[in-house]
């Protein structure tokens, strides 16, 4: 835990970077009732809608029909933001959306995907089989995907690295916004920006775990985000839910945990829905969104503490059973 004074500084500084951005903490919408609220995404100049559907688990229904379901009832109600990667269900995940976003859908998305390879060879290839997959001539934002080993960042820089096939894509119009992802170090995440501002580089968007657990053990909340509203790149949160370890230990609802991600300054909180219901809850929570106040987050955070210390319910912080490119290192390249 922190002291109240520590808390209300930190608080106070990103308000007013947040405040230079123009992000009040009311997420826009043209229509409260009716839509989903959006954010500025960073200084990019695009608002994207404040939660996005996760890619993952949209490839997890069994019927695919139900995947296309979940997507054009979320993209109907005002979901614009849409997550997905090169690897998830081997490719299925992109197939699948792809295929959900033809008639017109695609045109009111924001479509982000990720690559794995490290190798110019590689990402390049994998670029192209995501558009492939995706239907699409050009993804909005591209990710380097699981940036979860020290030397990453200086794998994807070096020559004949995943940046220069990145680089490439980007000036062919194949991608528009350029990012990392990483569930496992906030030391990792600071290594990146680190590099890449070596290299005369600054991301447009950066990905990472922000849920209540992640303030008391190797906070990306606390040591990124403050970095990455000071330098306008957009704040992209996932695993609200700690992958849902915050709802199994009785601590937090899942409108709380929406709710608090929501508070923190993300341009998009990511949530997986593989249910309908799941998609309700999240356009719910979005919709019915005020920021939470000081003591608000403080009691979060206090019935939170006594699960976080050890990680122990941010495995895919302490384990590997998340690191998809550990289990599988062909895909780096």
Sequence with gaps: MIGSNTRRGFLRTLGWALAALGWDGRARADDGTKTVPRRPLGRTGVEVSCIGLGGYHLGIPADENETTRLIHSAVDRGVTFLDNCWDYHDGDSERRMGNALQSG???????????????????????????????????????????????????????????????????????????????????????????????????????????????????????????????????????????????????????????????????????????????????????????LTEQALADIRSRSAKLAPDGRFEPFKVTHQYDGTIQNPQWLG
């Design 105 to 291: 859908y695609r045109q009111r998305v924001f479509l982000m995907s990720k690559i794995d390879g490290h190798t110019r060879a590689a990402a390049a290839k994998q670029i192209d089989e995501s558009l492939q997959r995706l239907r699409t001539d050009h993804v909005d934002l591209m990710q380097f995907h699981e940036v979860i080993r020290p030397d990453d960042p200086e794998r994807i820089f070096a020559p004949g690295g995943s940046w220069e096939a990145m680089a490439a894509a980007r000036k062919a119009g194949k991608v528009r916004f350029v990012g990392f992802t990483g569930h496992k170090s906030p030391d990792i995440h600071l290594h990146m920006l680190e590099v890449a501002r070596a290299h005369g580089i600054r991301f447009d968007a950066v990905q990472m775990p922000i849920n209540a657990l992640d303030w008391h053990f190797q906070s990306f909340q606390r040591r990124v985000v403050p970095e990455l509203v000071k330098d306008g790149i957009g704040v992209l949160g996932m695993k609200p839910l700690a992958d849902g370890h915050a709802l199994r230990s009785g601590a937090l609802t899942a409108v709380e945990c929406l709710h608090y991600a929501l508070s923190m300054p993300t341009s998009v909180v990511i949530t997986g829905c593989e249910r309908a219901e799941i998609v309700d809850q999240a356009i719910g929570a979005a919709r019915s969104f005020r920021p």
